[in-house]
């Protein structure tokens, strides 16, 4: 049964309509006549329709304005427009102005009343079905960016009525792309949808929450009572999304990093409260994630040094700006140069030196950590292969690889490119990993390790004790050296607590049958403690700082070194 509500003020009109529509099927059609719009829209707010019919020109309104006001009151129902004028251009109006259809009295018959009818409706679904997949995210229901943006507009006005602020969250989860990679992404898809149910449940208005793209969301907040309150909810989503998700079987652990931005105090543009949440979220980010920050203006200054810093990268990775710098290992016991560590430096002609430190994170952020690692991996072979037949045949060299570098797909296919093009043999080679590669282990990080491996170079942990890796978690990896993070050494011998861990450290490597390296070395009693816990080789500035390629032949013919303590 399809009701109708037929809005009709002529009476034979209606009569006519009323005919048409039960000499068809008198039991698939209800009508329900009324003749003024006063008295139609009463009706729509009170009982469903399946499909209005209309008449433009009534005794309280006129044409378009009619049309208009019954589609803001039910914008869900299809609407049919009946009209006395045989009027192409007004037609054409109806249909842009939310009619489904547009029929001329007098050229209708009741077939093709009918046909319109159930036309106008199946349009009418479709039409909702298509608006429905541009304001929606289709994996997550939720609000999409476009629905997001408009909505906030909305707000924003609003608040600016009633002087009510409005708060504005930008979340990003942390190192989703690793889970994705790693899991497939129909667990990532499971998570962000996970995800999304419990940022629904953190927050009053389900309505709320949009899914801006990837693993980004969005959250709107009208009616903010305080700063406090937006710190709170910022605190319970942290804790919820915190909490592990049980997908396919899977336990999978995941953070988030929230900017926060407040209307009007932060600012009053749309794009620009965007900018400044998503602004926050990066600092949060920075932060190591898991935290939310509010915006402020020095961040913005901060954010634009980083856009600029990201450009400067790419135009001194085309142009050859990147040098390598080397630094020594020494062993204490043969007082020889055991092996150098290729270290990146960005020499600019308008900056001049530039630390990796200052520009590593961008680079590994932005992706152009894949085609400066691999120039590093390249030039450092090629440097090394022509130090060793220039007379230092058993030269070995150390290289960083960093975590994206590492979790790349054909990351020992393209090492072996490399060797083969150099001519470097493998066993020549260290590759220096950070422990963050064995906090994620997975099949393809076995695989790679073991890929990496089976080219015949050695393996080594950088920096270790800075981050969480456990000790007796090393044992199930190929690995062959480890390298104390400078971090303690600059505490021994004096601080206890780093006493105590270097030497469990010293002592761990050593059954392990690891050789053990001790870096950022300065001082002859911080050597002199490694020495006497049986860690012999040391990097550090006592030996030598990381110096440029022609001063490298120099160190490996005289040893270093500056080293005066002679106890080994
Ligand atoms: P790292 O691999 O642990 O490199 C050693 C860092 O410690 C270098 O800093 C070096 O200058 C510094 N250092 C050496 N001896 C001493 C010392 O006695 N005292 C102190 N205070 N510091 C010392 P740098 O050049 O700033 O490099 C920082 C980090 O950047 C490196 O740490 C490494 O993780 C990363 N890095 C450098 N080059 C590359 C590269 O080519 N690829 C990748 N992926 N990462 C790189
Ligand atoms: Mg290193
Ligand atoms: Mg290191």
Redesign the pocket.
């Known amino acids: 049964m399809i009701k109708i509500l037929l809005l009709e003020d002529n009476p034979t009109d209606a009569r006519l309509t009323r005919e048409m529509l039960l000499e068809q099927s008198a039991d698939r059609f209800e009508l329900v006549h009324v003749d003024r719009l006063s008295e139609a829209l009463r009706r729509l707010r009170r009982e469903p329709f399946h499909l209005i019919l209309l008449d433009l020109s009534l005794s309280d309104a006129y044409g378009l304005d009619t049309l208009r006001q019954v589609q803001a009151k039910s914008p869900g129902v299809p609407i049919l427009v009946l009209s006395g004028l045989n009027d192409e251009a007004l037609a054409l109006k109806a249909v842009q102005n939310g009619a489904q259809d547009y029929l001329v009295k007098g050229q209708t018959n009741g077939d093709l009343l009918a046909r319109a009818i159930r036309y106008a409706i199946e349009r009418k679904r479709v039409e909702e079905r298509l608006t429905y997949l541009a304001q929606y995210d289709h994996l997550t229901g939720l609000a999409n960016r476009s629905l997001f943006r408009d909505r906030l507009v909305l707000a924003l006005a609003r608040s600016k009525r009633k002087d009510q602020p409005v708060g504005l969250m930008f979340l990003d989860l942390d190192r989703f792309k690793t889970i994705n990679d790693t899991l497939g992404h129909d667990i990532g898809d499971q998570l962000l949808k996970a995800v999304a149910d419990r940022l629904k449940s953190c927050v009053r208005q389900v309505d709320a929450v949009a899914r801006m793209g990837g693993d980004e969301f969005s959250i709107q907040l009208e009616a903010i009572p305080s700063e406090r309150g937006l710190t709170i909810l910022a605190q319970r989503i942290l804790d919820a999304i915190a909490q592990p998700f049980v997908l396919d079987g899977h336990q999978v652990f995941v953070t988030v990093s929230i900017g926060i931005t407040v209307y009007p105090d932060d600012d009053e543009d749309t794009n620009n409260l965007l900018k400044h949440a998503d602004t926050a979220m990066y600092r949060a980010k920075q932060q190591g994630g898991n935290a939310y920050q509010f915006f402020t203006p020095e961040m913005q200054a901060a954010a634009r040094e980083r856009l600029v810093m990201e450009q400067a990268l790419r135009k001194g990775l085309a142009e050859n700006e990147f040098v ?2 080397y ?1 020594p290992f020494f062993d204490l016991a043969t007082r020889t140069v055991t092996g150098i ?5 960005w020499l600019n002609p308008a900056s001049g030196l530039t ?3 200052h520009f ?1 994170p961008i680079a590994e952020e932005t992706g152009l ?1 894949i085609p ?2 691999a120039w ?1 991996l390249r030039t450092a072979c090629a440097q090394a292969k022509a130090w060793q037949e220039a007379g230092f045949p058993s030269l070995r060299i150390a ?4 975590d994206r ?1 590492f979790r790349q797909r054909n990351v020992a296919s393209s090492l072996s490119q490399i060797l083969h093009d150099t001519g470097l043999d493998p066993h020549s080679l260290e590759l ?1 990993l ?1 422990e963050s590669v064995f906090m994620l282990i997975t099949d393809a990080t076995t695989t790679t390790l073991n890929e990496l491996k089976g080219l015949g170079v050695r393996l080594s942990l ?2 270790f004790g800075a981050g969480f890796s456990s000790l007796s978690n090393l044992k199930r990896f190929p690995l062959d050296t480890l ?1 104390i ?2 971090s303690f050494v ?1 505490d021994i011998p004096s601080d206890p607590s780093a006493a105590a861990f270097v030497s469990a450290i010293i002592a761990m490597a050593q059954s392990l049958k690891l050789t053990v390296i001790g ?4 001082t002859d009693a911080q050597a002199a403690f490694l020495a006497a816990k049986g860690c012999h080789v040391i ?4 030996c030598s ?2 110096v440029p390629p022609e001063k490298v032949p120099r160190l490996l013919r005289e040893g270093v070194c500056s080293v005066k303590w002679n106890g080994v």
């Open positions: 390598l710098h630094q560590e290729a270290i990146v430096r630390m990796p430190a590593i950590m400066l690692g590093v290289v960083n690889i960093s570098q220096e950070p950088d920096d390298k993070d400078r600059r870096e950022g070395v300065e990097q550090g500035y006592l700082e990381p």
